[in-house]
Nanobody, 114 residues
Framework: QVQLVESGGGLVQPGGSLRLSCAAS????????MGWYRQPPGKPRELVAI???????NYADSVKGRFTISRDNAKNTLYLQMNSLKPEDTAVYYC????????WGQGTQVTVSS
């Protein structure tokens, strides 16, 4: 049974930082392309960042230079370091694993507000 469990979300002031984690089980983590997506209130889900099995990364233009995606294959864990957070980063953040088909976590809420 595949499980992706996100953690690390919360309330942060503009300009602050958060680090999201996604613990994976039930998959051969190292061969999966992993990603973070988010769904702002009232909007569709969108790509934030992805990291391939070879550690190549790709980011949405809106987060380039502020967010960093990384993975620890020994711990079966995906990370998203988010710096210089803005109110428009407020969303539910989802972990995604893709090889032959996609798997999703349950999401973690990130709220950026003063």
């Amino acid at each position: 049974q595949v499980q992706l469990v996100e953690s690390g979300g919360g309330l942060v002031q503009p300009g602050g930082s958060l680090r999201l984690s996604c613990a994976a089980s039930g998959i051969i983590f190292s061969i999966y392309r992993m990603g973070w997506y988010r769904q702002p209130p009232g909007k569709p889900r969108e790509l934030v960042a992805i990291i391939t099995s070879g550690n190549s990364t790709n980011y949405a233009d809106s987060v380039k230079g502020r967010f960093t995606i990384s993975r620890d294959n020994a711990k079966n864990t995906l990370y998203l370091q988010m710096n210089s957070l803005k109110p428009e980063d407020t969303a539910v953040y989802y972990c995604n694993a893709w090889y032959a088909k996609p798997y999703w976590g349950q999401g973690t809420q990130v709220t950026v507000s003063s």
